[in-house]
């Protein structure tokens, strides 16, 4: 059983046995090589060439076996740390609640995405996407109910990037965002509009209690300079449209910019 090390005196416990195992080694290795050269009879002459020959299979064997021991013990160490520093990376950009990535995963992944459209001179397209109300559902039904709203969401926008080979993440509370390459504007408008219908046919609470959920989208297309905050924010900016014209819609970027112009009451 291994020993866990946690304080220093796990430290010395270890050490200990290592050792003990390391003399033990080396006394039943010396037993093997002295019979091998000396022959069982104990009260037989020795010669110096048996010593000599002695020391060096017994030096070389032991020298050998416990270098090999320390060395493959080393490598599962340090195996075990490279693994554990994985799954620490996993943990520390995944949410919890939903399994997408979170704000953090998402900044790295995308910005890495956004520099291969860059490079291969792909457009790139953001979305972000808002519960609607998503403060009301938790007042009214309790925030368990709240969270597997989260829940039904993000595995809707998980089979969506399935299906189009898109990066997605609970970027925050209830705003999820998903960036996708290479598509046209008209594409984009598409895949949004597909997220949109997705999420508002889904049954939250059960079989007998119907919870509608509805999401708004705003997106943003470029296809050169691309800067995830800059982008983010012109996503954002279209959500933020999206919201004050009614919910449950996708707006455009575009489009959002010539309705923030218009009057309020427009």
Do not use: W
């Not at 048996?50 to 050998?64: E, H, N």
Request: proline share 1%; glycine share 8%; charged share 25%.
């Amino acid at each position: 059983m291994a020993i866990k090390i946690e304080t220093h005196r796990d430290v010395m416990r270890r050490t200990g046995k290592i050792m003990a195992t390391a003399a033990g080694l080396t006394a039943v290795m010396s037993f093997a090589m002295g019979l091998l050269v000396f022959g069982s009879d104990f009260s037989a002459p020795i010669t110096v060439g048996q010593m000599q020959l002695f020391g060096l299979l017994a030096g070389g064997s032991i020298s050998v076996a416990l270098s090999g021991a320390m060395s493959y013990r080393a490598g599962r160490l340090m195996l075990e740390l490279a693994e554990m520093r994985r799954e620490l990376a996993q943990i520390s950009q995944t949410d919890q609640l939903t399994g997408l990535l979170n704000r953090r995963g998402f900044d790295a992944e995308a910005a890495a995405a956004l520099d291969q459209a860059q490079d291969s001179g792909a457009s790139a397209a953001v979305l972000m996407c808002d519960i609607d109300h998503f403060k009301s559902i938790n007042d009214r039904y309790g925030h368990e109910i709240g969270d597997k709203v989260l829940v039904e969401i993000a595995d809707v926008l998980r089979q969506f990037a399935i299906r189009h080979e898109a990066l997605v993440a609970r970027y925050g509370g209830e705003e999820f965002a998903t960036v996708l390459t290479g598509l046209s504007h008209d594409e984009a408008a598409l895949c949004a509009e597909e997220i949109r219908r997705d999420c508002a046919a889904r049954t939250i609470l059960d079989d007998e209690t119907l919870l509608p959920v509805t999401i708004s989208i705003g997106f943003t297309v470029k296809s050169r300079d691309l800067d995830l905050a800059d982008l983010m924010r012109t996503a954002d900016h279209a959500l933020y449209i999206a919201k004050r014209s009614g919910r449950d819609r996708v707006e455009h970027a575009r489009d959002a910019a010539l309705i923030s112009r218009l009057p309020a009451s427009a």
